[in-house]
């Protein structure tokens, strides 16, 4: 069945660059997502990469897809304060009627 | 700006009355999916419409109904909420099913 998988939580130095890793199952994904949510706010997405592409970068995110090992990651440069948040990794398939989350990571900020 | 409404922002209820959550879209979406998210967890799909067409997860308790009365406007029934159903409902559109989906910022359900 489909699954994706993250781990719960990161804490980076601000400044740093923080990394938010994903694995996923389906092989038959066609869009994959990162979405953000701060406390008691909706989600907000961040960027999406499509299958056929390996990377995408957009300011200070880049998205790296590897197909193969079916392994999603964002990389958020220069973490700020702002930044903390949970993270939610997801995937919609061409089968599926719904787009599959992960179980999300928190990433906090230490000064 | 085109989005997601959700309204109100907050509710609060008392065990066993009924209460609607309500959203909106000014994007035209076909799709408007129901989500609840418990404490920091992944949101879970209630149902989706599509159009029309009412689509109910497996899994969702017969306590919980959906109505689309238009392209607009999407609403969220729980007929007789319990203490575990105390929980941020979210909803999202999309223009397809498996196209991207954009979120409202949610309502925050409380159970007294």
């Known amino acids: 069945g489909e699954d994706v998988e993250q781990s719960l939580f990161l804490s980076v130095r601000e400044g740093d660059s923080s990394v938010i890793n994903c694995t996923y199952t389906?092989?038959?994904?066609?869009?994959l997502y990162w979405y953000k949510q701060e406390p008691g706010a909706g989600l907000q997405l961040l960027t999406y990469?499509?299958?056929?592409?390996d990377m995408k970068q957009d300011q200070r995110l880049t998205v790296l897809l590897n197909k193969k090992d079916k392994h999603l990651s964002l990389r958020i440069a220069d973490t700020q304060t702002g930044d903390s948040a949970i993270y939610f990794c997801?995937?919609?398939?061409?089968?599926?009627?719904?787009?599959?989350f992960g179980s999300g990571t928190r990433l906090s900020i230490r000064p | 700006d085109a989005m997601v409404i959700q309204n109100p922002r907050y509710q609060v209820t008392q065990f066993g009355k009924p209460v609607t959550l309500s959203c909106s879209q000014t994007l035209n979406h076909n799709v408007m999916y129901w989500y609840q998210q418990k404490s920091s967890q992944a949101p879970k799909l209630l149902f989706h419409y599509y159009d029309k067409d009412f689509n109910n997860e497996a899994d969702t308790p017969d306590n919980f109904q959906s109505r689309r009365p238009n392209t607009s406007f999407c609403f969220l029934d729980i007929r007789s909420p319990g203490l575990g159903d105390a929980a941020m409902y979210l909803c999202a559109t999309s223009l397809i099913r498996t196209d991207t989906q954009y979120f409202g910022p949610g309502t925050r359900l409380t159970v007294l």
């Open positions: 389906d092989s038959s994904s066609t869009y």
């Open positions: 990469i499509f299958s056929n592409m």
């Open positions: 997801a995937e919609s398939t061409p089968s599926a009627s719904k787009i599959i």
